[in-house]
């Protein structure tokens, strides 16, 4: 379990993070989520800025396409030295081990990127997963599947509401990683979230990361924000 909770940087362009981070002290290391609205603006030169500021960072492309294009993408964005990445769980086994090998071997000095796989958004509901993606089975047994897939994948682990992470946490190895999106602390406002935990739910759930956006982005005093997330992450409010 990391300590700090994942920031999600979801904004449009380098400006606007320079902003969001003033209201940080310079010094503090952050682990910050570069996603695709992000990176589709700035591209990789973003990731390299953020490691260069001191920060640890998760690339969440969410790369879902066949195994060899996967494969050589991830080749590629193992040079950035992110932290950790992620793919689709819905890929498939043949293109999650794809995307290990890739980033395996473009791997040129330092550990390899922890890679995760996305099973079912936390904005999906139960309702919306059945009829949308003609998925018969209730949302847990589809998130365990998917988990069991990017397993035998040799992934490190999923990404996956905290709802999700004890069932996953029984049926899968100790060290599998359960990174928890979804994260909003009592009353503030869900947006297009649909499967919501606490940050002090997502630790008593076994969750190992936690990703929050906006109830840090928006608020009034994203410092005092994320340190209250924080220290209720921590078990220690
Ligand atoms: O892979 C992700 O990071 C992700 C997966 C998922 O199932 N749900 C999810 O919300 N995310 C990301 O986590 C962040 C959540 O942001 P907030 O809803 O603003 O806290 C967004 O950047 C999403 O892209």
Known sequence: MDKRPIIALDFPNREAITKFLQHFPEKESLYVKVGMELFYQEGPTIVTWLKSCGHDVFLDLKLHDIPNTVESAMRGLAKLGVAMTNVHAAGGVRMMSSALKGLE?????????????VTQLTSTSEDEMQHDQGIDRSLENSVLHYAKMAEKSGLDGVVCSALEAT???????????????????????VGDQKRVVTPEGARALGASYIVVGRPITKADNPYQAYQEIKQEWNGEI
């Open 167 to 189: 069932a996953i946490k029984k049926q899968t190895s100790d060290d599998f990683v359960c990174l928890t999106p979804g994260i909003r602390p009592l009353g503030a406002a």
């Open 105 to 117: 071997e473009g791997t040129v000095e330092g550990k390899r990127p922890v890679l995760i796989a």
